[in-house]
């Protein structure tokens, strides 16, 4: 993790050198401020380059009298595919069984978003998750299920609009225990047809 700042200058004037580069003029109106439009976007949909995500989890409570699943179901994320600079989004799914101390639910989206606010992989935003909770909470077990839609599948490539993937990282209590597991995916099913 960099405590660099983002470059916006940088980033405009490669925006405007891509914008020259695919025969535009970047100086014609609706072009003109675009550069700065896109560095100012990439401060904010990278801001998770710059923190530390597991951060938030720190702040815990005492839990003595819970021991059972805590889960925090469609969190909304949008990220940016590292191998083309292109979206994807999706929800997150985020559940563990403390062992003494919970987190607070909010802390649970805030985490998802801090991995997912940086050039990522939709395996690698899963695991990050899911290793997050391990390290600070020490729980039972974790569970993390990711399900995304990619433009770099959608707009481009393969050209296949409305395919999710979905990807899981499973730890302690819930890789050992089938009922834990399969209760936790009952419980992110709900509702759904």
């Known amino acids: 993790m960099s405590g660099r700042a983002i470059d916006q200058a940088a980033i405009r004037d490669a925006v405007r050198q891509i914008l020259e580069a695919i025969g535009e003029d970047p100086d014609r109106e609706g072009l003109s401020e675009t550069p700065l439009r896109v560095a100012r976007m990439y401060a904010e949909v990278f801001d998770g ?52 101390r919970v987190t607070g639910l909010s802390k649970l989206a805030r985490l998802v978003d801090g991995f997912a606010r940086r ?3 939709q395996e690698r935003l899963t695991t990050q998750v899911a290793d997050a909770l391990v390290e600070v909470l020490s729980p039972r077990g974790a569970l993390v299920v990711v399900e995304a839609r990619h433009l770099c599948m959608e707009m481009r ?37």
Do not use: W
């Open 119 to 121: 050039p990522q992989m």
């Open 49 to 100: 380059i710059r923190r530390d995500p597991r951060e938030d989890l720190y702040r815990v409570f005492v839990a003595d009298q819970h021991d059972e699943m805590v889960l925090v179901r469609d969190i909304p994320f949008y990220s940016m595919c590292e191998h083309h600079l292109l979206p994807f989004y999706g929800t997150a799914h985020v559940a563990y069984v403390p062992d003494g």
């Open 157 to 193: 490539g393969v050209e296949k609009p409305g395919a999710v993937t979905q990807t899981s990282a499973v730890r302690g209590q819930f890789r050992r225990s089938a009922a834990t597991r399969a209760e936790a995916f009952s419980l992110i099913n709900r509702g759904r047809v």
